[in-house]
């Protein structure tokens, strides 16, 4: 394959001392053989590979850039949830009760109603839903709703009864069981580990609704010009509730030969053990699907309120968050991690509140100590930073493995939970590059839309979803175009130790390519939310539009 006639967005860095114009604007043609980059020049240097069998295609002006890494999705989880129930832009809950009505209405009794995304911060009065706002509409299905954060959840009265949860439940540690204040009764909002309470009993997909979902998320990622992700493979969704599940399904449909999309599988810490014993760990990994990494959680969300604060949340001044179990006892995480570190997997830990990030980075700093940079643990999320942790963050060369979309979608009121001066420090994109840190941007689909040209538009404006920023929610943390594009492709290769493979335009890496509908350098900013994916390459191969 020949691309011809286009603006070539490299992403690789320019020589010392060379005096030419940026690569964007002198590359216009790529060759491809073998599902490998060949070639990148200008029309004239790559129309001699033209042959007689070569399929040319006319870019016609627009721009193409390395295929999109995510470095944190939830893959089938977000293909599960394009077919389900989707809360996200339900702005109050007159909307989230018609919408959970219309779905009950297209479900068979009894069955279970999934999905969610709802974010009760976007209504009038910001009240965490009830059971008894959906009992009436859903008498016949167990329900289990999650907020968008995934920190949290709405099961309706039903499924608590057949969790066996009531007012006389303990809270299990690290997670809640929201309660009505002047009754003691469970509201039926569960936070963080309260969730396992009623997702342990949810059934299983079957093996086909699982590849129908896995066959959606292809699409999707697709269609948004994104051609590997880092998937924190939970396996709640997969035929059999695990991890191995969704792991064995990837490498079924990688058999058949309709996997577009590479993995990057990261898997629960507690689990790390049992991959090493039944051999995936140890599996030769191929193009497409590789085990590498592990995760473990230190805290919850802002969102939930449960992300842990070093001082108490402004609008909950008895509150400081919720760290997990494992950090109530810090030896048992080190222990963990120095284990992992030695069998040479990769460190992802979700860190959100400021306590939370300063805690991580001590433990990195004790079990990696200098040679933290080399092992490239990653910190997930990283949210909100104590000032003073940008420059350790920076020494110690961690990744921080971040979601521009998040602050779009949080910036609306994450100053009433924070304040300002803390606020301030918030997914601060500017200050992780200004202080040496490796960024890797991603979307926590389907926590967030996995659209990539979204977390771009939300890194170079800063704008927020209710527009009520114009100039930027703190625009001293916006980032330019190329250094958002760069966390977008090769700061997700170098996540994964794949910076030899990917993440850049270069003879000899793979030829996973997305074409814009725009020039992304020659649009005003605030038009990237509107350009879209027109083609997608993997491996060479046109994946999106299919014919």
């Known amino acids: 394959m020949v691309l011809l006639g286009g603006k070539i967005w490299t992403g690789e860095p320019m020589a010392v001392g060379v005096s030419r114009p940026p690569l964007a604007e002198c590359a216009q043609a790529v060759a491809i053989a073998s599902g490998r980059i060949l070639a990148v020049g200008t029309e004239a240097e790559i129309r001699p590979y033209v042959a007689k069998n070569t399929q040319v295609i006319d870019l016609a002006g627009r721009l193409a850039v390395p ?4 470095s944190h999705v939830h893959f089938l989880e977000g293909g599960f949830q394009l077919g ?4 996200k832009d339900a702005d109050n809950e007159a909307e989230f009760i018609t919408r959970i009505a219309a779905k009950a209405a297209q479900l068979p009794s009894g069955r279970w109603m999934l999905g969610g995304n709802w974010d009760e911060s976007s209504w009038p009065g910001q009240k965490l839903p009830s059971r008894w706002m959906i009992d009436p509409i859903t008498p016949h299905h167990p329900v289990f709703l999650r907020r968008s954060d995934g920190h949290a959840a709405l099961a309706n009265s ?5 969790a066996g949860i009531s007012q006389d439940t303990f809270d299990p540690a690290g997670g809640a069981i929201v ?6 009764e469970p509201t039926g909002a569960l936070k963080d580990n309260a969730q396992e309470l009623v997702s342990r009993i949810i059934p299983p997909p079957s093996l086909a609704e699982a590849i129908a979902a896995l066959q ?3 699409a999707e990622a697709a269609r948004v010009g994104v051609t590997s992700v880092h998937n924190m493979n939970l396996g709640s969704r997969s035929p059999d509730g695990t991890f191995l599940g969704a792991f064995n399904l990837l490498s079924r449909t990688r058999a058949a030969g309709w996997l577009t999309c590479r993995f990057y599988e990261i898997v629960p810490i507690l689990e790390w053990r049992r991959l090493l014993s039944d051999g995936t760990a140890c599996a030769e990994p191929d193009d497409f699907i590789q085990y590498g990494a592990v995760k473990a959680f230190a805290d919850g969300s802002l969102g939930s309120r449960t992300a842990w604060m070093d001082e108490p949340y402004a609008d909950d001044p008895s509150n400081t968050g919720l760290p997990t179990p494992i950090m109530d006892d810090p030896r048992k995480l080190e222990s963990l991690c120095r284990g992992v570190e030695r069998d040479g997997l990769q460190l992802a830990v979700h860190a959100i509140g400021t306590r939370a990030c300063h805690e991580i980075l001590s433990l990195y700093e004790a079990i990696g100590g200098p040679s933290v940079r080399a092992r490239r643990f990653r910190i997930e999320h990283a949210q909100h930073l104590r000032p003073e942790d940008f420059a350790r963050f920076g020494r110690l060369g961690a990744i921080a493995s971040m979601q521009p979309y998040h602050a779009m979608d949080d910036g609306r009121w994450a100053e009433k939970r924070l304040g300002a001066a803390r606020a301030r420090w918030s997914y601060a994109w500017r200050s992780m590059l200004d202080s040496g840190v490796p960024l890797a941007f991603g979307s926590d689909w389907p926590v967030a839309p996995l659209n990539p040209l979204l977390g771009l538009y939300a890194a170079v404006t800063r704008a927020t979803l209710d527009a009520s920023q114009p100039n930027g929610w703190f625009p001293e943390e916006r980032i330019t175009l190329d250094e958002a594009l760069r966390a977008y492709t090769a700061g997700g290769a170098f996540a994964a130790f794949h910076e030899r493979e990917k993440g850049t335009i270069a003879p000899g890496k793979l030829a996973d390519i997305a ?4 020039d992304l350098f020659s649009i005003p900013p605030e038009k990237i939310k509107d350009a879209c994916a027109v083609m997608t390459l993997v491996g060479g191969k046109m994946i999106y539009p299919t014919k």
């Open 179 to 184: 309660r009505d204040p002047c009754r003691g």
């Open 515 to 518: 074409v814009l509908s725009d």
């Open 84 to 87: 389900e129930v989707n809360l």
């Open 158 to 162: 039903l499924a608590l009864k057949m």
């Open 67 to 70: 295929g999109f890494i995510d």
């Open 216 to 218: 959606a998320g292809l």
